[in-house]
């Protein structure tokens, strides 16, 4: 089969798409055949060797993906010709994966497989984010970094369905028309984010802040905070991991709030099915409804995962495998 491969740890344009053998399914897994895939910024790490997982070269990236169920376990709930969305974590860059059981998930059927490759890394993250790190309750209001992004994007979604009032920061105007049309309620840019947060706001100030860019807008977020409110941090795409003076904790009553999406599943895998299932009815009636933007061959890995490293895009990046 065709998959796409990592082979040296020189970035995305040294990714390149081979023959390799097709998977055996595993006892417990389910054998998928992948028609989309979704690409992360996480993807763009693993082919630099700067991701927290580091698996021995060669290996096929691929966290997120969406087809039809080939091959299934007696007495699962799949079966062959099922519609399907998985999250093998790694493989999906190729035209089968095995995929265990827990980690495949239904789909409904008005949601396109492109769309349902968007969903995984992004939203059940999210999902986690806001849920259970960050409390997020009706009526709060979020600040949302990053806005036009796959994250991003998922943020406001999610925080939308959950009741809040979003406010999305972004780098450019057409990022910003971007978070608009994912449901921001407002959406401002990125340079002199915080004195507009104030303003729209009332002086108040944000009761949850989503934030996977890190950086040098991180002292500013923490300025944005209401009383009691938490900053979320979720990765550092803009390199620089920053520093927390504690005092500006102490006065506030803010929290600082890690979200590692991935270390708590390994301990608790089943914990991904039951995201999947409150968010099951969020897709189906159209409430989550992921912005897709670029879409390439898996031929065109390099050149999709270039536009993830080079912070060119907006909306979730797919491949197209079949």
Known sequence: ???????????????????VPEPVRGEGEVLVEVHEAGVSFPDV?????????????????????AGIVREAPEGSEFATGDRVAAFPIFG????TVSVPSEFVFPIPDSVS?????????????????????????????????????????AAIQYARALGARVIAVASTDDKCAVARAAGADEAVL???????????????????????????????SLRSLAVEGRLLVI????????????????????????????????????????QWDELLPLLADGRLDPPLGSAYPLA??????????DRRATGKVTLTVR
């Not at 999906?92 to 035209?95: N, S, T």
């Open 45 to 65: 790490l693993l082919s630099k060797g700067l991701y927290q997982m580091k698996p021995d070269l060669p290996f096929v990236p691929g966290a997120e993906c």
């Open 235 to 274: 990765g550092f795409t803009a390199g620089e991991i920053p520093t927390v003076k504690v005092n500006r904790l102490l006065l506030g009553n803010t929290s600082v709030v890690g979200v590692a999406w991935g270390a708590f599943w390994n301990r608790e895998p089943g914990y991904v099915r039951r």
């Open 190 to 220: 990125a340079d002199g984010f915080l004195g507009r947060v104030k303003e729209l706001t009332g002086g108040r100030g944000v009761d949850v802040v989503v934030d996977p860019v890190g950086g040098d807008r991180f002292t500013d």
């Open 113 to 153: 497989f492109r769309a349902a490759a968007a969903v995984p890394m992004n939203y059940l993250t999210v999902h986690f984010a806001l849920t259970r790190r960050g409390r997020l309750e009706a009526g709060e209001t979020v600040l949302v970094h990053g806005a036009a992004g796959g994250i991003g994007t």
């Open 1 to 19: 089969m065709h998959a796409a491969r990592i082979t040296s740890l020189d970035g995305p344009s040294a990714v390149a798409v081979g023959d």
């Open 92 to 95: 999906a860059f190729a035209e």
């Open 300 to 309: 065109d890995v390099a050149a999709a995962l270039r536009e993830l490293d």
